[in-house]
């Protein structure tokens, strides 16, 4: 059955080529025509396209199944998060390659199809597809030296995704079983066999979200790389791995296995989540620090997704917020450091940034609630998100503590900038004023504030 | 019943942030005219103030709103309610807030956020003063800190990024493992005194605040003293709603007793070897929110109500004799004004504490008898007492270099209406309640 969503993702193609053809021919044209606002046009075009159409079609249909909920939910943040990227990217005028277009359309169109599909063959076609492409445009994106160090960190995290979806699917064919994830039962096989495949779809999903221990190219991308191809990749690249880590979570649901296996997985997470916390506060580059703070939020985020819950909230209305979180906080926080054009690049260290907010306190404002959002310091909704998590798992004391110390982490890395932006006095004989950031960014910064005072946890 | 009655409650909550718009809206430079609306501003809330308690007077089940949000099949909630508990600190915020307006002129353009600071403050203050549940109160006094950090790092002093750093760190680890207790059922020796961290940390009470001495050194001489007081205020409240939802046991009352005995002979000890004109209001301050935040604990309404009436009278005490210890550095009417900490019968802290003396004996002692804890803490604060008494008073006698002399009259007048509202504030307290 032809549904929206394939509509979507047919618009998306055709724009990608579309796209692909006019920058073609853009680059045979004089050098007025490669300023390309006609492409642009497309492709923005293609997106407000296909999130009319997926908006349209979540508010026209409701569904019980969680998973079918969360794939919609998961499409229309997937082309928010594209668009997102994109007007980052326009900020960085030395960084626009040609062809960003069509990589940006084209892996869109791969992702929503991957968190649509049930066959577990298309995702591992769709999951290494996106990732090649995406590792495609951060290694033409990125200006320096660390072009290198991105794609061959990428290649062997794509290299490893591979591997673990070939393993998985071996397993399956061995043991006969449909490879559609809905129809697979694994009560009738062995232990052996149903912990093997568990085990290798959680790593697939881990590895798709970057999620420790595969967490170094997305890291890398952020450092160095175009700061709005690493938005999109660690967005897109959660919502499409959390997506994988809830069929691992039906699978489990469909085996013998006993719930225990389920803690773990939360463990493996919160550990993963630990170390990018751990990691942040030995950071003195303000790109490396900032990129692990980011990379966090893509375990807590699948934490959220699977073991969180709200008393107060009904699940869709929770499932939203924690999709919302992921795309406010971390466009907060990657929208602010695009537009500190002084201090955004790689080699900067904290200390570069002392005073920064005494003379552009707009900037390092949003910055900041960004920080805290994602550090889940209380009274920002990023508390409420974190705080979700400890109710449902209070029985697991290992657990609870974690979260708590990724917020005392988080407050001690959010206090150390803010000495820096606040308490210091700038190296620089002149001061350097930046342009405000737009509107939509300050409404972004105090939604997250104010999203904080409303309690979505009892 | 007028018109406006079932209004008024939210009309006072959400002045301070319709005051903070005015003044965001006049340039940074034209301090006089920030001066003048913010007067105008604190002015009209304390109308409003008084107007919302008459109207609580009539009729107290008109000022329990909530503020809705209805949105598809989602409702969202916040609660606002004005009871018995929180009217005081209603009415002390605000009088806080008219005290600091009339007595602060800002003489240089710093940012709009300086000149905006005390009314967001109390904005925090009034919509956290609203909750009944501590899981949504302190979010908004935690997030509300984020403000003193910036004022405190935007100053001149020293070492103000290291009073940050550890001061932030310290509340936001206090906070988040109360809220992260909060959430999960469990009995541990200590969660009581955990719950209460967040309280006691704000209140700068020495055993929870590392970070004390270092707060009150790097502190802005003339905006200090509205951000110690907010600190205060948020800590004092954090303790009054930790109180009503706990069981109160004898053990708990023991363990607070000796946490803040501990930490005002810790205060009585620093303070004679710190001869710091500008640290002794904060001593005393420290010293009496300690007992004060002891007192609370006690079972009993009588306790609540001396424990409130002392931690205000501190406050008013406070605002006035550090706004003058700064100005006059030592001169006899630094001696004037630190005499109302003295405790002397009648005078400044001295109205409220007689009180909490007799109570203390008619309710504790004469009930359970002298029993040696009692005895202990007892001679424990009196020497503490008397050791930052002598102390202050010895010392404000070789302060004589006054680098900012205060005119005599003004000077007399604000000493005068101290002493007045320090006698105001315990019949107020006491009229209705008859606490002794």
């Known amino acids: ?458 | 019943m007028s018109a406006f009655d079932p209004y008024i409650f939210h009309i006072l909550v959400f002045s301070p942030i319709i005051a903070s718009i005015f003044l965001m809206l006049i340039p940074v430079s034209d301090t006089g005219s920030k001066i003048a609306i913010s007067r105008f501003f604190s002015v009209l809330i304390l109308f409003i103030l008084i107007e919302t308690i008459i109207a609580y007077m009539k009729d107290s089940s008109i000022l329990e709103n909530k503020l809705s949000i209805h949105l598809f099949n989602l409702n969202i909630q916040v609660n606002l309610a004005l009871n018995k508990y929180n009217v005081y600190m209603y009415t002390v915020t605000t009088v806080v807030l008219l005290f600091n307006t009339i007595s602060y002129a800002i003489e240089d353009a710093k940012t709009n956020i300086h000149h905006v600071s005390p009314f967001i403050l109390t904005f925090f203050l009034f919509i956290s003063y609203g909750q009944y549940d501590l899981r949504i109160a302190l979010p908004i006094l935690s997030i509300a800190n984020f403000l003193l950090y910036f004022l405190i790092g935007f100053n001149n002093e020293i070492r103000r990024g290291s009073t940050i750093f550890h001061m932030g760190i310290f509340i936001f680890f206090c906070d988040a493992l109360a809220l992260v207790l909060l959430q999960i059922p469990i009995s541990l020796a200590y969660k009581n005194i955990i719950l209460l961290s967040p309280g006691l940390t704000r209140m700068l009470i020495p055993m929870f605040a590392p970070f004390m001495k270092k707060f009150i050194l790097n502190i802005d001489n003339k905006e200090g003293t509205f951000l110690t007081i907010f600190l205060q205020l948020s800590g004092w409240f954090i303790l009054l709603l930790v109180k009503n939802s706990l069981s109160i046991s004898t053990e708990l009352i023991e363990t607070i007793s000796t946490i803040s005995l501990i930490g005002a002979i810790y205060i009585a000890t620093i303070a004679t070897t710190d001869l710091r004109a500008k640290c002794f209001p904060h001593y005393f301050l420290i010293f009496y929110s300690s007992l004060a935040a002891c007192i609370l604990f006690f079972s009993g309404s009588d306790f609540y109500y001396s424990s409130l009436s002392l931690f205000i009278t501190n406050i008013i005490c406070f605002f006035g004799t550090a706004r003058f210890s700064y100005d006059s550095h030592g001169t006899p009417t630094l001696t004037w004004f630190m005499a109302l900490f003295l405790g002397l019968p009648g005078l400044g802290i001295g109205t409220s504490l007689w009180v909490l003396i007799y109570q203390f004996y008619s309710l504790v002692i004469l009930r359970d008898g002298w029993t040696n804890f009692w005895i202990t803490t007892t001679i424990g604060w009196v020497i503490a007492l008397l050791l930052i008494s002598a102390v202050i008073i010895l010392s404000t006698k070789q302060h004589k270099e006054a680098t900012e002399k205060v005119p005599k009259d003004f000077a007399l007048i604000s000493f005068l209406c101290l002493s007045l509202m320090s006698w105001l504030i315990p019949v107020a307290l006491f009229y209705k309640h008859k606490g002794f």
């Open chain 1, 1 to 458: 059955m032809f549904t929206a969503t394939d509509l979507s993702i047919l618009i998306l193609i055709v724009a990608s080529i579309l796209v692909l053809v006019l920058d073609a021919i853009g680059n045979q044209q004089s050098k007025a025509l490669l300023e390309k606002p006609h492409i642009g046009l497309v492709a923005f075009g293609a997106l407000y396209i296909a999130l009319t159409i997926e908006i349209l079609e979540s508010l026209s249909t409701t569904t019980s199944d969680q998973i079918l909920f969360n794939s919609k939910i998961g499409n229309i943040f997937l082309v928010v998060n594209s668009l997102i990227a994109l007007s980052i990217m326009r900020n960085i005028a030395h960084q626009k390659p040609s062809g960003s277009y069509f990589l940006i359309l084209s892996s869109l169109a791969i992702s929503m199809f991957s968190i649509s599909t049930d066959s577990l063959i298309f995702k591992f076609i769709a999951s290494t597809g996106w990732m090649t492409l995406l590792t495609t445009l951060a290694v033409i994106s990125t200006p320096g030296g660390k072009k290198a160090e991105i794609g061959l960190k990428f290649s062997f995290s794509a290299l490893l995704l591979i591997i673990q979806f070939i393993l998985l699917l071996s397993f399956l064919y061995y043991e006969n079983l449909p490879l559609n994830i809905s129809d697979i039962n694994l009560t009738k096989t062995a232990e052996l066999s149903q912990n093997l495949i568990t085990i290798f779809i959680i790593l697939s999903g881990m590895s798709l979200a970057g999620i420790p221990p595969f967490h170094s190219g997305f890291i890398d991308c952020f450092d160095g790389g175009n700061i709005g191809v690493a938005f999109l990749l660690l967005s897109n690249a959660s919502i499409q791995g959390c997506s994988l880590l809830m069929d691992s979570k039906n699978l489990l649901n469909n085996s013998s296995l006993s719930t225990d296996k389920f803690n773990t997985l939360g463990l493996i997470l919160v550990l993963g989540f630990i170390l990018l916390w751990a990691r942040a506060l030995d950071q003195s580059k303000i790109r490396r620090t900032t990129a692990y703070i980011a990379a966090s939020i893509s375990p807590l985020f699948s934490m959220t997704l699977l073991f969180g819950s709200s008393i107060l909230l009904p699940k869709p209305i929770f499932i939203i917020a924690t999709y919302a979180f992921i795309t406010l906080s971390l466009s907060a926080l990657f929208s602010s450091l695009s537009h500190m054009t002084t201090i955004n690049q790689p080699w900067q260290t904290w200390e570069e940034l002392s005073g920064f907010g005494r003379m552009n306190p707009w900037q390092t404002l949003v910055f900041l609630v960004g920080l805290s959002s994602i550090a889940g310091i209380p009274g920002t909704f990023g508390y409420f998100i974190k705080l979700s998590l400890i109710a449902p798992m209070q029985e697991n004391f290992l657990f609870s503590s974690a979260i708590f110390l990724s917020i005392a982490i988080g407050a001690a890395c959010l206090m150390r900038v803010f000495v820096f932006v606040f308490a210091k006095h700038s190296h620089l004989e002149q001061s350097i004023n930046l342009p405000k950031p737009s509107f939509w960014l300050i409404a972004v910064s105090f939604i997250l504030v104010g999203l904080g005072f409303f309690p979505f946890v009892s």
